[in-house]
């Protein structure tokens, strides 16, 4: 079974950055386009970035210009570098396959807070 582990979050000033990596447990990774999404409180888990097996990638408007996904293939990792951070990107940031109906096994999460 395929285990993903999300790491890197925290606490942040409005306009701060971080960056989210995530680990995947799996010979795949390589094959198969990945995404990070969040949820948070109250609302449904939304898509914000995607890369796709050629390292093509797009992000949700909310995001654009602010937040890149990127991935290292050899060591099965996608990263999300966060910057410019608001108030309204506090949630729990998850990754998984790029297509949600494909999803694997949700991680744990880790939890982005955007607050002065």
């Known amino acids: 079974q395929v285990q993903l582990v999300e790491s890197g979050g925290g606490l942040v000033q409005p306009g701060g950055s971080l960056r989210l990596s995530c680990a995947a447990s799996?010979?795949?990774?390589?094959?198969?386009?990945m995404g990070w999404y969040r949820q948070a409180p109250g609302k449904q888990r939304e898509l914000v970035a995607r890369?796709?097996?050629?390292?093509?990638?797009s992000s949700a408007d909310s995001v654009k210009g602010r937040f890149t996904i990127s991935r290292d293939n050899a060591k099965k990792m996608v990263y999300l570098q966060m910057n410019n951070l608001k108030p309204e990107d506090t949630a729990v940031y998850y990754c998984?396959?790029?297509?949600?109906?494909?999803?694997?096994?949700w991680g744990q999460g880790t939890q982005v807070t955007v607050s002065s």
């Open positions: 799996t010979n795949t990774f390589s094959r198969v386009a």
């Open positions: 998984n396959r790029g297509i949600v109906t494909l999803a694997w096994p």
């Open positions: 890369i796709d097996s050629d390292g093509n990638t």
